[in-house]
């Protein structure tokens, strides 16, 4: 009995192992199975993150994608936005060459009733002649209704064809701080007096120069410091354009020629009167000139131009003082191009026949200026030079075609002169602007150039002026630029009010024969060949008005467009108007003439300026008697 028991109790024990044990391997294979879920989670844990990543990076892949995407098709727009503008450019000169070649081809073979030269304009009945009226000006209107002032700023239509550069003379007096004792200076005379300081050591060991050239760099400096304050581009003392706007339009590619420039000009003095004026032999005279970049003749340039100069008169780092012998010289050209022989032909015809009345606008000190001479008054044209009489600059013969273009009668009907339009109303009397006259000194300047120049020519200094249609239609005579340059004025002198020296170099003459364009390029590198082909206006008066600087670049680039562009008859007809205005000067001046090229703004302007400002203005000095109703301005 006994073992029985034992032998159910280690049943029962074995029972209990083995329950244990098989408790044990379900716990284990438990653990197992939940070690694999983890396992199985962690792996789809780490796929999922895997995936998300590739999701990222895909989608910063096709964001990056989609940014160069973005740029490239900027990239392409903005170079076929170039591509179009240089297409539009090329189209718009095609055009307006296709239109000077069919102008230049009317007026070869004239369509004049009459051909025939006129070398008189006869003064018989004042209605005669017709002065071009100007087109109708429409004005938009703001919110309130008023009307506004045009945005191009009486700027010609065209003359973004244009482009131009001004150059401004000055006079600045300076003194040595050693000698500013407050005895010799005269303080009235010379309020803020610009002091130099002491040289120092350094300057003298660096350059070994005089103490002069020590002042002109100081105030070169000083001037340089003030257009720089304006945030203007500056040519430096090294030939380094500072201060540069990379995206302002400029005419020429090279950088270089992006600043403002600043240099010297010998002809600049002060008149004896003046001098006498200025008792201290201490104060010294320091002349520059300020020469602008070449700009596009667009409103925006301008707006450029009234701010250097409205602030060189505003900022005081320097006193200025403009000499009476101090001018102020715009040059025009045709941007990286040129004109033509027939542009030139009618821009240089229309300068001589509107001198006269746009010397009106120049005060006195301006007429008869031996660095501004009167083209209508002083040049081979105007002492009655021909073409068969003149001589070739480079000594070759020429042969002057029968089939030349001429100047021929007004076509359109007699008509009363202009009358005061809603935009000018008139207060100086026709014939009360000043007349420049020929004087004899200079006469006889220009008769001792033209013995080793001209042959079977002996003008006499007493003659009068050839007639202004007579002269123009032997200007277009020229077969070449150096011919009309020799006629137009003198090709050995540039200084006349309207220059055109600079297409009298021998490589102007591209529409010459073979023998001459062969000796003109081996030229070109030796006489400044990188000098823009330009037109020099040059009798104005150096100013620091703005609004005077605006007003004749205005003037001289309507003046141009109107020159190249306008029909052949509207052409005649002006140039008969001005030939008329000389015999008459009391039914037609200066004013007349700005409002035929569509500028009755800028004849107002001028006019009250005149009127208001008499002792500081840069326009004419009126005489007395002038004024028709000052009491209205």
């Known amino acids: 009995m006994q073992e029985i028991l034992e032998e159910e109790k280690k049943a ?191 300057d003298v060991r660096k ?103 409205g602030g060189l008169s505003r900022r005081r780092k320097l006193r200025f003082i403009t000499a009476e012998t101090a001018g102020m010289h715009v040059h025009v050209g045709r941007g990286g191009s040129e004109f033509d022989l027939g542009e030139l032909k009618r821009l240089a015809g229309l300068c001589y026949a509107a001198g006269p009345l746009l010397s009106q606008l120049h005060p006195l000190s301006r007429h008869g200026n031996e660095f501004s001479l009167s083209n209508r008054l002083y040049s081979h044209a105007a002492f009655g030079l021909t073409m068969d009489q003149s001589v070739d600059i480079r000594g070759s013969f020429r042969m002057i075609g029968l089939n030349t273009p001429r100047l021929g009668p007004p076509t359109a009907e007699s008509r009363q002169r202009p009358a005061d339009t809603p935009l000018f109303q008139r207060f100086i009397e026709r014939g009360g602007l000043p007349r420049e006259s020929r004087k004899p000194y200079f006469v006889r300047q220009q008769l001792k150039t033209f013995s080793y120049r001209n042959v079977n020519f002996e003008p006499d200094a007493e003659d009068e002026p050839r007639g202004i249609v007579e002269a123009i239609n032997e200007m277009w005579r020229a077969p070449g630029p150096i011919d009309l340059v020799d006629m137009c004025q003198d090709s050995n002198n540039r200084y006349y009010a309207y220059n055109f020296a600079r297409y009298a170099r021998k490589d102007a003459t591209a529409d010459r024969d073979s023998s001459s364009s062969s000796s003109s390029s081996s030229s070109s ?24 600087v605006i007003a004749w670049i205005r003037i001289v680039v309507n003046l141009s467009c109107v020159a190249v562009y306008s029909r052949p008859d509207e052409f005649s007809r002006l140039v008969h108007v001005c030939a008329k205005a000389e015999a008459e000067p009391a039914w037609y001046d200066a004013f007349d003439l700005l409002v035929d090229i569509a500028m009755p703004r800028t004849a107002q302007d001028i006019q009250t300026q005149m009127l208001s400002q008499p002792r500081i203005n840069p326009w004419a000095n009126l005489p007395a008697g002038a004024v028709d109703r000052p009491n209205q301005v």
């Open 525 to 548: 590198s030796s006489d400044g060949a990188m000098e823009a082909r330009t037109v020099e206006f040059r009798q104005a008066a150096a100013t620091l008005d703005a609004d005077s």
């Open 12 to 202: 029962e024990k074995e029972l209990v192992v083995a329950v244990a044990q098989a408790e044990a391997v379900a716990q284990a294979k438990q653990r197992a199975q939940d070690k694999l879920k983890e396992e199985k989670r962690a792996k789809e844990a780490e796929a999922a993150a895997k995936a998300k990543a590739a999701a990222k990076a895909e989608q910063a892949a096709q964001a990056e994608k989609r940014a160069q995407d973005k740029l490239e098709e900027e990239r392409k727009a903005k170079e076929e936005r170039i591509r179009a503008a240089a297409e539009a450019r090329a189209k718009a000169e095609r055009e307006a060459r296709r239109k000077l070649e069919e102008i230049g081809t009317s007026i070869v073979a004239p369509t004049f009733r009459n051909p025939v030269v006129e070398t008189q304009v006869e003064p018989v009945n004042s209605n005669a002649v017709k002065p071009p009226q100007p087109p109708p000006k429409t004005k938009s209107k703001d919110s309130s209704g008023k009307a506004n002032e045009p945005q191009t700023g009486e700027l010609h239509g065209k003359s973004k064809a244009f482009s131009f550069g001004i150059e401004l003379e000055f006079m600045i007096p300076v003194v040595h701080q050693r000698n500013r004792d407050g005895k010799d200076i005269d303080e009235v005379l010379l309020p803020d007096m610009n002091i130099i300081p002491p040289r120092p050591e350094e």
């Open 207 to 309: 350059f070994r120069d005089n103490e002069r050239a020590y002042v002109r760099r100081w105030v070169e400096q000083k001037f340089r410091d003030t257009l720089l304050d304006l945030g203007v581009a500056v040519i430096d003392k090294d030939e380094k354009v500072v201060n540069l706007d990379p995206k302002a339009e400029h005419v020429s590619d090279d950088q270089a020629f992006w600043g403002w420039d600043i240099g010297d000009d010998m002809s600049v003095r002060h008149t004896r009167a003046v001098f006498a004026a200025y008792k201290s032999s201490r104060i010294q005279w320091v002349s520059l000139e300020l020469r602008s970049p070449a700009y596009w003749a667009t409103p925006a340039s301008l707006g450029e131009i009234r701010r250097v100069v």
